[in-house]
T-cell receptor
Framework: EAGVAQSPRYKIIEKRQSVAFWCNPI?????LYWYQQILGQGPKLLIQ????????DSQLPKDRFSAERLKGVDSTLKIQPAKLEDSAVYLC????????????FGPGTRLTVL | GQSLEQPSEVTAVEGAIVQINCTYQ??????LSWYQQHDGGAPTFLSY????GLEETGRFSSFLSRSDSYGYLLLQELQMKDSASYFC???????????FGAGTTVTVRA
């Protein structure tokens, strides 16, 4: 089966600009996650969707970050405006309904904010 | 809140055995997962323990002691391709969120 797809793979922007990331999860996976991974750290959950509803967004900086999951399939994560500290890899993951311990990760988008 | 502790780095030679320990503090513990991440790659699932004891999957084994809030990942017959970062992650029972440790970088030398 096809894995989790993400685009773009790399993005370089100036601070205060906006950026958007796209994720296509594994077909049939009900749960979709966005993680932020800063260099040398473990992934940190930003937002979790169950189908097209938000389950948890307690760690999402809502003043600048937003996310949506269209029709319970694809998802986009947006940052507006970006700050230097947003430089990180943004990972999308998905899992079948009820299988939260085994998540399938995409290759990530490496964001550099200058 | 929750916290996970694991060593930052481990170096070993090919063919050796490496044990990566993980201690955790969390409310509502459900289970402990382990993920492998090669440099520049995506994390990939290795194993999961919800009950005490040892789970074996090929050269990799994972152990959990719920009473000690402790687990470990055992890498046997190390190969060069095992050079990667390994993360323990706690699955919480109250919200089914996975919280990752900072990771252990394993370097395998010839």
């Amino acid at each position: 089966e096809a894995g989790v797809a993400q685009s773009p793979r790399y993005k370089i922007i100036e601070k205060r600009q906006s950026v958007a990331f796209w994720c296509n999860p594994i077909s049939g996976h009900a749960t979709l996650y966005w993680y932020q991974q800063i260099l040398g750290q473990g992934p940190k959950l930003l937002i979790q969707f169950q189908n097209n509803g938000v389950v948890d967004d307690s760690q999402l900086p809502k003043d600048r970050f937003s996310a949506e999951r269209l029709k319970g399939v694809d998802s986009t994560l947006k940052i507006q405006p970006a700050k230097l500290e947003d430089s990180a890899v943004y990972l999308c993951a998905s899992s079948p309904d009820g299988l939260y311990n085994e998540q399938f990760f995409g290759p990530g988008t490496r964001l550099t904010v200058l | 809140g929750q916290s996970l502790e694991q060593p930052s780095e481990v170096t070993a030679v090919e063919g050796a055995i490496v044990q990566i320990n993980c201690t955790y503090q969390t409310s509502g513990f459900y289970g402990l997962s382990w993920y492998q991440q090669h440099d520049g790659g995506a994390p990939t699932f290795l194993s999961y323990n919800a009950l005490d004891g040892l789970e074996e999957t090929g050269r990799f084994s994972s152990f959990l002691s719920r009473s000690d809030s402790y687990g470990y990942l055992l890498l046997q017959e190390l190969q060069m391709k095992d050079s990667a970062s390994y993360f323990c992650a706690v699955l919480r029972s109250n919200d089914y969120k996975l919280s990752f440790g900072a990771g252990t970088t394993v370097t395998v030398r010839a």
